[in-house]
């Protein structure tokens, strides 16, 4: 049965720092994995999509890196702002129905 | 506009009312689905749908159904809703990631949040 686990669950730093969120999974079958972010009461926004065959995808300050070997997936968030204040999600698709959802990681960054 | 568009956002209704959420996607995706997210449970699939005549139960179906209208439409509801019911629901869409330009992305709509009183 796969399983998601995102460490840290909680996360405090100061605007400007670099940091790094971590995704582990349980079982290397994986179709793709995709990164989220919401907002407290909001619904969730896509912020990265990396397919089973890919190593990495960049969107602006954002990087998302998978090893399917170790299980592992990291987003990477540069120069932090305020304004990325959220609960980060990934979600890993086996490419049949069902998605599984990471415990996630509640940002704050601090002005 | 929004790729996934939920009605209503929010809803306060009493025991025992029946209520329709809705959910329109313009993604063109066959896969729909509808999550509820409660604190610290994370998101919990209650009902999924391939196509309009594919609906399959997920993991919490027991007291919610859903319809699936067209290709873009796939509605919840809650026949006789009860207090245990209030929290956020979520509409999804997939795309299956085997036709071309179709990557599998999930994407959301907004929510829909209930109270049940």
């Known amino acids: 049965k796969q399983e998601v686990t995102q460490i840290p669950a909680a996360l405090s730093v100061p605007e400007g720092e670099n940091l790094v969120l971590n995704c582990s999974f349980t079982?290397?079958?994986?179709?793709?994995l995709q990164w989220f972010r919401q907002d407290p009461g909001k619904g969730l926004t896509s912020l990265l999509l990396?397919?089973?065959?890919?190593r990495e995808q960049t969107s602006g300050r954002l990087n998302a890196s998978l090893d399917k070997s170790s299980g592992r997936s990291t987003l990477y968030i540069a120069a932090s702002q305020p304004g990325d204040s959220a609960t980060y999600l990934c979600?890993?698709?086996?490419?049949?129905?069902?998605?599984?959802f990471g415990t996630g990681t509640r940002l704050k960054v601090l002005a | 506009d929004a790729d996934v568009t939920q009605t209503p956002r929010n809803r306060i209704t009493k025991t025992g009312k029946r209520i329709m959420l809705e959910c329109s996607q313009t993604k063109g995706h066959d896969r729909m689905y509808w999550y509820r997210q409660d604190p610290g449970l994370g998101l919990r699939l209650i009902y999924y749908s391939f196509d309009v005549k594919d609906i399959n139960k997920g993991e919490i179906s027991d007291g919610y159904s859903v319809s699936r209208q067209a290709q873009a439409k796939f509605s919840l509801s809650l026949e006789s809703a009860i207090p245990n019911q209030t929290a956020l629901y979520f509409c999804?869409?997939?795309?299956?990631?085997?036709?071309?330009?179709?990557?599998?992305?999930?994407?959301f709509g907004e929510g829909s949040r209930l109270t049940v009183l």
């Open positions: 079982d290397s079958a994986i179709y793709n």
């Open positions: 999804a869409t997939g795309g299956t990631g085997r036709l071309a330009g179709d990557t599998g992305e999930l994407f």
């Open positions: 979600v890993l698709s086996s490419g049949t129905y069902k998605y599984i």
């Open positions: 990396i397919q089973s065959s890919q």
